[in-house]
């Protein structure tokens, strides 16, 4: 074992309510019902913070990231109560980036400026798709023409910062459909893209009832293919699996996640890590998931959904599910000091990866080959490990 030195840290602040859940989606979103209860929410969410605030006594939030659920069904001025409930109560670094997730059918182009000047400096519009069709099948409340407006909207509001989530592999989605998706993205030159695969989520409407055309999957790899291509010939580098970034625009809160940075978690169903250096654990807390439930009890023993410190045997899994995500992949260095342990402790299994040709070394850094990145699951699985760690 080496000395545990504490990581960057973030916040993440999670609005679990929507218009109607997605078919596709496993989150933690409810659907609406009347009014939202939003100063409710907002003081159980400050009771939640001030419960956590001894687990990151001075350390600086380096960014700020709103998820949900669809956020953006809070006003910019509910978004402004909490950014400063909680620039009141933690240090925000001066260049702190803090994400709104907005659902393009429920934000107006009069709200965007109302968003900048509560402290919002980067937007995230979940449009998934430019073809009304593949929109319809996906239960999504917006069309296409609705998703231009509303990112247009933004820009001219002043926001020059923000990310566009597509999918592909959607059902009756052919090659061609696909490319247009993210031709038509490109055209609206946001800074960032995030081209996800659909996959069926247990316990989605989705897993119980498949929906029919989903595309096989030689055919779905050949619209990742060709869609990174196309990304790429625009500028637009991927340094996740997922995402892909105009220089100087990657999303500074999923790269901590994918580091092993820490990351406090409040509102219903969030979940946090916090690692201490003092004593050299590591610890999971996660929030109760119904919006009623955590409300009720927030701030409280019962407002605690759970506890889990990482034992030490099972950190290098933990580790690689996020920093071999990264196309740029990680230092060794950084293994020691984010989990503990020592860089002797993965050596078999890193050398399994190097045989493969899955993963390749260059002095202290080590990254995923092209291989290793298309089958990363595998190259992830190498790291369960089971010996334990005096």
């Known amino acids: 074992m080496v000395d545990l030195r504490p990581p960057p840290l973030a916040l993440y602040i999670h609005i679990p309510w929507c218009v109607k859940k997605c078919p596709y989606c496993d989150f933690n979103s409810h659907g609406q019902k009347g009014d939202l209860p939003v100063a409710e929410y907002i003081a ?3 009771r939640d913070l001030e419960q956590d605030l001894p687990l990151v006594w001075g350390r600086t939030i ?4 709103f998820g949900g659920g669809t956020p953006s069904l809070f006003s910019g001025n509910a978004i402004g ?3 400063a409930m909680a620039s009141s109560r933690l240090r925000f670094a001066p260049n ?32 998934q798709s430019f073809d009304d069709g593949c929109l319809e099948r996906l239960g999504r409340i917006h069309n296409a023409e609705r998703a231009r407006t509303a990112v247009l909207g933004a820009q001219d509001a002043g926001f020059d910062n923000i990310n566009l989530d597509l999918m592909y ?22 800074q960032h893209l995030s081209h996800y695969q659909l996959t069926l989520e247990p316990n989605t409407l989705f897993a119980a009832k498949p929906p029919a055309g989903i595309p096989e999957m030689d055919d779905a790899w050949d619209m990742q293919e060709q869609c990174i291509a196309l990304m790429a010939e625009h500028g637009y580098s991927q340094y996740e699996v997922s995402a892909y970034a105009k220089p100087g625009k990657r999303c500074q809160h999923n790269l901590n996640y994918w580091q092993y940075g820490d990351y406090l978690g409040i509102g219903a169903g969030a979940h946090g890590k916090i690692s201490s250096g003092a004593d050299g654990r590591i610890l999971r807390r996660w929030k109760p998931k119904h919006p009623e439930t955590y409300i009720a009890h927030a701030g409280s023993a019962q407002g605690i959904g759970g ?9 290098s899994f933990d580790y690689m599910l996020n920093a071999l995500r990264l196309v740029d992949g990680f230092s060794l260095n950084d293994f020691e000091y984010r989990t503990g342990l020592s860089r002797s402790d993965i050596a078999a299994e890193l050398q399994q990866a190097f045989n493969r040709q899955w993963l390749s070394q260059d002095g202290d850094w080590v990254k995923p080959t092209e291989l290793g990145m298309r089958f990363a699951n595998d190259v992830m699985a190498l790291f369960l490990l089971t010996k334990k760690f005096s």
């Open 81 to 83: 109560d909490i950014l």
């Open 169 to 190: 592999a959607l059902p009756e989605q052919s090659l061609a459909m696909a490319l247009n998706d993210v031709e038509q993205a490109i055209a609206l030159q946001p």
């Open 62 to 65: 380096s960014s700020v990231f």
């Open 307 to 315: 506890d889990e410190f990482i034992a030490p045997e099972n950190r």
């Open 44 to 46: 159980a969410l400050t």
């Open 96 to 127: 702190c980036e803090i994400t709104l997730e907005c659902n393009p059918g429920t934000v107006e182009h009069d709200r965007f400026e109302n968003y900048l000047s509560a402290g919002v400096n980067r937007l995230s519009f979940g449009v």
